[in-house]
């Protein structure tokens, strides 16, 4: 089992100041992770603009302490939704896309996080919902444009199971998937995410091959909104099933402990569920 952590599990510094992705890759190290997952910003250390130099730098970095940086993550879609009903914007999302590909490439992660597009959001509430059938053609559309620069790049777009209310069952995942016959479409999913619509053993047995990447988080279905997500193994994720599927279907890729807000002992806790689990 790889163990990750998500960069955005460390806390800012004491100086309110965000920990570097090297400090992130030498903590990572330190506490016994495999792999770090680094995230891209609108603004920060790593962003659509960051360049070759600096990625081949955070790369060596990442080898010389023994972490692999084998995803990538970022929130920008939610802002620049390649599903907007502006077309100027989705443009925009292509952009950010095309470029953390690259980015990808740089740091020799194979995966991208990729959210397709929304229907709406409650956390996004400037968002002004958009008509289900309009968003799955607008997000087909959008992964058609991406696909070539993937392929070549050999970066797999990840879909992530999350609040848009969009693919919101495991089938329509799957045939969202499907639809591209390609091997650099395929699903990151989430496992705490689920909940709030289904069982991840579910998912996981459907979507089978397609799963690229896992992220742990946990979830408590009793609370049903953001307040909900909780420490591995403080919430409802049933985590003996959830193994013993991926197992099922071969999954052997990163298992990436993703905790947003950033809090002090996070990453400390994470790993210590991740080795019992692991277990499982």
């Known amino acids: 089992m790889k163990k990750g952590i998500n960069y955005w599990a460390f806390p ?4 309110g100041s965000p920990i570097t992705q090297v400090q992130a890759i030498q903590a990572a190290a330190a506490l016994g992770y495999d792999a770090l997952e680094l995230t891209v910003e609108a603004q920060g250390a790593l962003t659509c603009g960051t360049g070759r130099e600096e990625a081949s730098a955070l790369r060596k970095a990442a080898e010389g302490a023994g972490i692999e940086l084998l995803t990538v993550a970022s929130g920008l879609a939610w802002g620049v939704s390649p599903t907007d009903p502006d077309p100027a914007v989705r443009a925009r999302a292509i952009e950010n896309y095309s470029r953390t590909l690259e980015l990808c490439s740089w740091l020799g992660a194979g995966t991208l996080l990729y959210l397709p597009g929304m229907v709406s959001a409650s956390f996004v ?5 958009q008509p289900y059938e309009a968003v799955a053609s607008r997000a087909k559309a959008a992964v058609e444009a991406l696909l070539p620069t993937a392929a070549r790049l050999r970066v797999i777009l990840a879909v992530e199971n999350v609040w848009n209310r969009f693919l919101l069952s495991p089938v329509e995942m799957r045939d969202f998937i499907d639809q591209f016959h390609s091997p650099w479409v395929g699903s990151y999913l989430d496992l705490g995410n689920v909940l709030l619509y289904g ?3 579910d ?5 089978g091959a397609r799963i690229a990447a896992v992220h742990m988080k946990d979830f408590r ?3 049903g909104n ?12 049933d985590y003996p099933a959830a193994m013993a599927a991926l197992r099922e279907v071969g999954y052997a890729g990163p298992y990436t402990a993703e905790i947003v807000p950033g809090k002090r ?5 994470a790993i210590a569920a991740l080795r019992i689990i692991e277990r499982m």
């Open 12 to 15: 800012p510094r004491d100086d």
């Open 125 to 129: 509430p400037t968002f002004v919902p």
């Open 199 to 201: 069982h991840p053993e």
């Open 203 to 207: 998912w996981i047995r459907t979507l």
């Open 221 to 223: 279905t009793g609370v």
């Open 226 to 237: 953001l307040d909900g997500f909780v420490d591995l193994l403080a919430g409802d994720v």
């Open 265 to 269: 002992g996070a990453a400390e806790k």
